[in-house]
């Protein structure tokens, strides 16, 4: 059965620290990995990842994908409370279309 | 901007009700999605469409039906709700298999 698990489940920081979530994953013909960052209400797309050792990069955060390893790491730097939220971890199998989720990290950054 | 609409932000019924949600994406994406997201279990897939009238299970279709009759608009139907189902519902669309989803603000529904 395809799993994905997200580290940890929750986070308290103070704002301008460093913070990295993990996101592990046993899926059969992976395809591609993505991170989505969730408020109040719809998720909200941040990065896909397909190849291994590729960092993405958009402002603050960052990401890369061990796909010897099975797992990916999202990287908050110089975090602000802006930044509170649930992040969700996906794997898309090659099979289908559909995205297995994992948890989520709720992160809280405090002031 | 890809804009996914959701026919209802909150939504409170009774055990035993029909209900259906709506959701409408305006940008001809070919798949549509039905997440339910509940604390500590994170988002389920309850079914997709890959395409008008074309719908697959998700992990828990049981006690879920979907209509698409338009590309636009994927509907998901409660026939008989029950209190297990009080949940956050969230609708998804991507142009295609291979590439990111975008969600709708979802649906809190409380079933009473």
């Known amino acids: 059965e395809d799993k994905v698990v997200q580290s940890p489940l929750s986070l308290v920081v103070h704002e301008g620290d460093t913070v990295t979530l993990n996101c592990s994953y046993e899926?059969?013909?992976?395809?591609?990995l993505l991170w989505y960052k969730q408020e109040k209400k719809a998720p909200t797309f941040l990065f896909m990842l397909?190849?291994?050792?590729i960092e993405k990069k958009s402002g603050r955060l960052s990401s890369i994908l061990d796909k010897k390893e099975l797992f990916s790491i999202l990287n908050i730097t110089a975090t602000q409370t802006g930044d509170s939220a649930i992040y969700l971890c996906a794997v898309e199998p090659n099979s289908g279309y559909a995205l297995n989720f994992g948890k989520g990290t709720s992160l809280l950054v405090t002031p | 901007d890809v804009k996914v609409t959701q026919s209802s932000r909150y939504l409170v019924k009774r055990t035993g009700e029909k209900v259906f949600l709506e959701c409408v994406q305006d940008?001809?994406?070919?798949?549509m999605f039905w997440y339910r997201q509940d604390p500590g279990l994170g988002l389920r897939l309850i079914y997709f469409s890959y395409d008008v009238k074309m719908k697959e299970k998700g992990d828990i279709p049981e006690g879920y039906s979907v209509s698409r009759e338009k590309k636009e608009r994927f509907s998901l139907i409660l026939e008989s709700a029950s209190t297990n189902q009080t949940s956050m519902y969230l609708c998804?669309?991507?142009?295609?298999?291979?590439?990111?989803?975008?969600f709708g603000p979802g649906t809190r529904l409380t079933v009473l």
């Open positions: 397909t190849s291994s050792g």
């Open positions: 940008m001809d994406h070919e798949n």
């Open positions: 899926v059969t013909n992976f395809r591609s």
């Open positions: 998804a669309s991507s142009p295609s298999s291979y590439n990111e989803q975008f």
